[in-house]
């Protein structure tokens, strides 16, 4: 399995980052998770379903929602869109197996909890 993605967030509907690998230390992950929740929120005000990517010099961010979880990666420019979608949901698949809906219901919101996710995806990540 080729590896596509560089940087991987996972955010609650309300912008919480439950779950992180950035590369690039400059990057504060519960920062970035705010400003994609609201980005995204505005994307859905002005239209149906909200964001799905954007571009940013040679960086590709994708995003799909998924059971109110926001699935935001980071790729180069040149993998295209549904690659990174179809991956995504592979993330979000696996993340939903390890998580199911009954354990996230009662979750606390320590975010400790998916500390171990990496392990569960490392062939996607670079």
Known sequence: MVKLIKDLWILTESGITVFSRVIDPRINPHLFGALMSAINTFA???TEGGISNFELSEIKFSLIKEK????VATSTKTIKSKII???LKYIS???FELYPEELLKKWDSDVGLFDTFTHSIKD???
């Open 44 to 46: 859905e005000k002005l």
């Open 93 to 95: 698949t696996r993340f």
């Open 68 to 71: 109110k979880f926001l699935f």
């Open 124 to 126: 996607s990540l670079e």
């Open 85 to 87: 979608y179809n991956e």
